[in-house]
């Protein structure tokens, strides 16, 4: 089906690798210690989640702000729907950049001498 072809593709394991990484390879979750987190800082079975679902709006599958990382339990909680949408936007929300705003080593610029060195 087209849900499985579209989770196969190029495109959406490059997208999964790059929010996952924008994550911090942790589940957001488990970061706030919400929802009976065991252990804040897991980055053991992770997986990424579509707060929209495709069934609903598959225009929004590769939008970083409808996409979050989260460890399988927390995963399967938000699909059972146990952990609001809302609060799963409003963490991913936290972790975009805003517009515009590039980091330094994107910019290429090299760090400067610490001044007392």
């Known amino acids: 089906n087209a849900k499985d072809k579209f989770r196969s593709s190029a495109e ?22 919400l929802y009976q987190t065991i252990k804040r800082f897991n980055y ?9 679902p495709l069934e609903e709006n598959d225009t929004k599958k590769l939008e970083n702000g ?15 729907g146990e952990i609001p949408r809302a609060v799963l936007l409003r963490l ?11 980091c330094e080593k994107a910019k290429g610029s090299t760090p400067t001498a610490h001044p007392d060195k």
Not at 92 to 102: D, K, L
């Open 44 to 52: 053991e079975e992770l997986e990424v989640h579509h707060i929209i």
């Open 92 to 102: 991913t929300a936290q972790n975009i950049p805003p517009r515009g705003a590039v």
């Open 66 to 80: 409808n996409l979050i990382t989260l460890c399988k339990r927390h995963h399967e909680m938000a699909e059972a």
């Open 12 to 33: 959406w394991q490059a997208k999964r690798k790059a929010i996952k990484e924008r994550d911090h390879y942790l589940c957001q979750i488990c970061l706030q210690g």
